[in-house]
């Protein structure tokens, strides 16, 4: 019987499996291309081209050059590269973008109506593509198809969508599961859905900058940005022209910045990291947690008083420096310190001292012997295991810093290096004691993956109370410092710091405010070229 009853369950989960294959669509036969131009032949007529004209063979100086990557693609679902993806989000807009704060700002949407599992946008009438096409809810549908599609960097993001329809201009999309916050992964860029436009060619979108086109009306300089002049907003770019250059490393991108043959970049540090930065420069918050995972199976650690003590005996400020240089911010809570929802409810002030680490360890027996770590009654140290992937220099340099810090309690940690796969099957198997790891937090906000058992990042008993406050709050029950409050009693893990990125820009570039990571041009309506445009030949 019990057999058979799994393979119930496992036949269900493929026909479920199958069903959102074919309703969210990963092959082109899914998406109705006829019916589609059908419905928009009937709806609008051809616009008229009334912009202004620009013989780009005579541009030979630009306002701004920012760095690419050449050999990737400019298609914003496929590109690899951040260089790359950055360009992308000046050609294309979405339905909605995050801001600096992590709060939501609308773009193409007019309104968002959130119903359960249900999300009703409703975007602005009158908005035009850059070819002088009007934007429409199948636009939007068409553009989802392509986002969601296994190969796209918005698959991740929308595996929760399970379908997407389109009606006027009108776009719903029903979600898998429900979430309060779900709303907030609809940020992927929207395209011009057009089946006749040649696919060797990136996508016509609707953004702040178009590619140039030459006479011909089709072939694309895909090293030239012009201002897009049908731009929804009528606060336009004081930028009118940027070129697009190809730099071999991140350093080489600093120096041009340095000396201002380029204008401006914006880097999540995957890429690498400047030695020294003699530039203007602002750091970004960004939504990648650095997290020491705990198995609670481990009798010492399933002590809420010793989970405790190593949160108090680690400044995350010291974790935040020695590993990232900087480049991170202590962790104060579970969440983000940057997204203000969360941020007033996350004091910190449980997650530091020396005293009241000395003080929980004390309370659950354990006591310190000759050797300096401390063990209880029956002679069993707290000596733990800690991994670590061996080629993440920052995740070691935080490790060792770590092990220090612990050793002042009289807790002892053997570090074990290992290889980033091996070190997230282990985890999966629950073979470790602790775990040093980093957590991108999607813009749904949601961490329920890092506390929840049997989803490969937590091993150990259910911890009731965190985990029945936070999906009271996934499903808008109930609020959030409720959850806050749970968690910083259980410690299911321990948050360490928030990784930061940079954006490096000329000086000759003024009103560069704070950006995003969604939004790494955030706001451009209020930078100002103050000198003439640099050489694009440069």
Known sequence: MKAAGLFRRAAALLLAAAALFATVGCNEEYYDWKAAEERRSQLYHTSIDTEKKIDISKITDTDMILPYTSGDTFNPYTCQSTLTKNICYLIYDSMIQINPDFEVEYVIAKSIKIDHTIITVKIRSGIVFSNGDPLTAEDISYSFYLASRKESCYYEQLKNVATCSSKGMTVTFIMQNEHVNSYRLLDFPIVHYDPKADKNLPPVGSGRFKFATLQDGRTIDKSLLLRNERWYNPEKVPVETIALKEFPTVESIVHSIEIGTVSYMYTDMRDGTPKSVNANYRKVDINHLLYLGINTNDTALADENVRHAISYAISTNEVAAAGFGGMAIGATGPFTPGWKDAAKYQTGSGRSGLS?????????????????????????????NMLVCRRNSRHMAAAENIRNQLAKVGINVDITEISGNGLITRAAEGKYHLYLAEYSVQNDMDIGALFTPEQGLYNGPLP???????????????KIEDFITAFDSELPFIPLCYRMGMAVYARYLEGVGNISEDQPFYDMQRWKVTKTGPSSDG
Not at 361 to 377: A, K, M, P, T
């Open 356 to 384: 009241l680490a000395q003080d929980a360890l004390d309370q659950s027996g354990y006591v310190i012997v000759n050797n300096g770590v401390r063990e209880d009654q029956s002679g069993k140290q707290l000596s733990f």
């Open 464 to 478: 009731y109370d965190s985990v029945r406050t936070y999906t009271n709050y996934r499903l808008g029950l109930g």
